[in-house]
């Protein structure tokens, strides 16, 4: 067993959003130790330690993460699909938007209101020469907080892990699942 550094420690708090006083009541430790534990000041006892790493294994076991909440069937368009495959796919599916994703990876997005700005000319022409920005994008252990606050600006968050795409999460996932 590898026995975690102060720096570890005290990485894993802030993770959390835990202060010292929150990780100390959780450990039933005092404050003052935590912050010396995190200086390096104090070396703790091992059944000390082990409080400390146990209420810390039980914030994170709290904490909702993007793999917990995301839709894995991610429906999407390929750049080089004509517009008109966009906009059909947007009206079986009762979407707003869609990712634009080749080769597993996200390029760009195609919403309505893009649709919308265009010509009946432009229904064959590829997706790519109309699409917008894509989605951002976070991994699986993104934490619900830093998703809410993306789709405060964005309309979906992609999911990837390792460039690959594996997910998506809306904001009406999100009120759907948490609701």
Do not use: C, W
Not at 62 to 75: C, G, S, T, W, Y
Not at 129 to 139: D, I, K, W, Y
């Amino acid at each position: 067993m590898e026995l975690p550094t102060p720096e570890d420690l005290k990485q894993r708090r802030t993770d959390l959003g835990l202060t010292q006083s929150e990780l100390a009541e959780e450990a039933d430790v005092s404050q003052p130790l935590i912050a010396r534990i995190e200086g390096g000041d104090v070396d703790p006892r091992l059944s000390t330690l082990r409080r400390i790493v146990n209420a810390l294994e039980t914030a994170e076991s709290d904490v909702i993460r993007a793999e917990d909440l995301m839709n894995e069937a991610v429906v999407a368009v390929s750049p080089d699909e004509p517009v008109s495959e966009a906009a059909t796919l947007m009206e079986e599916e009762a979407y707003s938007q869609l990712a634009v994703i080749q080769d597993g990876i996200p390029v760009g997005s195609i919403s309505q209101s893009d649709l919308a700005q265009l010509d009946e000319d432009a229904r064959d022409e590829p997706i790519e020469e109309h699409m917008s920005e894509s989605f951002p994008t976070v991994s699986r252990d993104a934490t619900i907080d830093e998703i809410s606050n993306l789709l405060d600006h964005y309309k979906a968050v992609m999911i990837t892990e390792e460039g690959e795409t594996v997910g998506i999460l809306t904001e009406a996932d999100l009120a759907a699942r948490l609701s």
